[in-house]
């Protein structure tokens, strides 16, 4: 059974949300992933982000899978990547928690789903990746990962999620740099990226800046 159809933009609000929101994807890949997630929410299945940190894309997920009548499903352990942590570049001090003496992002991501009026369209899944993605039992719409970006973590990802997406439903992968030298961070959702193009399962259907959104084509992964 289909789901109503999401329009193809993001309302006004959503989108003053996300720009307002702690995160890393600009506003033209925010766009493009909002698209897709519209998109994917027609098969009427839940939409599935890895990497939710503060919620950014998130909002974009739930505004999607609201309008559409499904449920978005956000993945993370809030303890941050390795570039996250202490020293690297994209480390936030204002997201760790004293007490405990590590990144926590979770109460900062509820702060934004609530005040974007959100948080009955998301079940946020606090947890490692690989773990998530080995009980969950489900095919799904849309998987979106921007997680971890060690050879390690994507592959994990993908390996772990590319499976349940449905035939076709989407994978999404942020952080995409065909060029090494674009990104410190590395290549590794690139490496992932051009092993779903191989695997035959996956056709490219849109590409903005650092996002690339494949549908699913046929089976495997
Ligand atoms: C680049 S951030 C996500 C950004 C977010 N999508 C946005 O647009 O603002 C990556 C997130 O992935 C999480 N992460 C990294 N490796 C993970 C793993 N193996 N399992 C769960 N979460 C992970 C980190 O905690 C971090 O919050």
Do not use: N
Request: charged residues 20%; proline residues 8%; hydrophobic residues 40%.
């Amino acid at each position: 059974m289909s789901a109503p159809t999401a329009p193809t933009a993001p309302q006004p609000e959503i989108l003053a949300a996300f720009e307002a929101a702690k995160g890393f994807m600009p506003v033209d890949e925010g766009l493009a992933l909002y698209a897709a997630a519209a998109g994917a929410a027609r098969l009427g299945l839940p939409l599935v982000e890895v990497g939710t940190y503060c919620g950014r894309s998130t909002l974009l997920l739930a505004a999607a899978a609201r309008a559409a009548g499904v449920t978005a499903v956000t993945v993370d352990h809030h303890r941050g990547s390795e570039e996250q942590q202490p020293g690297w570049d994209y480390h936030d001090p204002s997201v760790v928690d004293p007490e405990v003496g590590r990144m926590d992002t979770l109460p900062t991501f509820r702060r934004t789903l609530h005040a974007a009026g959100l948080e009955d369209h998301v079940i946020a899944v606090v947890g490692r990746s690989p773990q998530v993605a080995a009980v969950w039992g489900r095919p799904v719409g849309l998987v979106f990962i921007d997680g971890g970006h060690t050879d390690e973590h994507a592959t994990a990802d993908y390996e772990g999620w590319a499976p349940h997406v449905a035939p076709d439903g989407l994978l999404a992968i942020h952080d995409v740099h065909p060029h090494p030298e674009d990104e410190f961070t590395g290549q590794a959702p690139y490496r992932i990226y051009l092993r779903a193009l191989a695997s035959g399962a996956f056709t490219e259907v849109a590409v903005e800046g650092t996002l690339r959104v494949l549908r699913r084509t046929g089976p495997g992964s």
